[in-house]
């Protein structure tokens, strides 16, 4: 069964930078979407960024919510089949549980629509105070 492993969770204050990390197997990275989603108890999750992950064609592309761009980034090591996400200059209202997703299917490019992605980590708090 495949699986997603993020880390990197954690509190800071605002203003302040974190780093997460998701590993996936090598059957599920490459050549699919990937991504950063939050979720803030009793609200839908929303999308942060994604990417398509792998090499040549369109890997790479990345898509970002307009609350977070210019203040994190997406990546991706191909080696390590893991995707990160830089965040920056956070805000209190970036604090959420944050989940890394990524789809079964190769060759889709999914964007920032949580619905479309059917593989989703355990999720990883993030807490931003004042």
């Known amino acids: 069964q495949e699986k997603l492993a993020e880390s990197g969770g954690g509190s800071v204050q605002a203003g302040g930078s974190l780093k997460l990390s998701c590993s996936a197997s090598?059957?599920?990275?490459?050549?699919?979407?990937m991504g950063w989603f939050r979720q803030v108890s009793g609200n839908e999750r929303e999308a942060v960024a994604v990417?398509?992950?792998?090499?040549?064609?369109?890997?790479?592309?990345?898509a970002y919510a307009d609350s977070v761009k210019g203040r994190f980034t997406i990546s991706q090591d191909n080696a390590k089949n893991t995707i990160y996400l830089q965040m920056n200059s956070l805000k209190l209202d970036d604090a959420g549980m944050y989940y890394c997703?990524?789809?079964?299917?190769?060759?889709?490019?999914?964007?920032?629509?949580?619905?479309?992605?059917?593989?989703w980590g355990q999720g990883t708090q993030v807490t931003v105070s004042s």
């Open positions: 090598k059957y599920t990275f490459g050549k699919t979407s």
């Open positions: 997703a990524a789809t079964l299917e190769k060759g889709a490019w999914l964007g920032l629509i949580p619905d479309r992605y059917n593989l």
């Open positions: 990417i398509y992950t792998g090499v040549g064609g369109s890997s790479g592309l990345t």
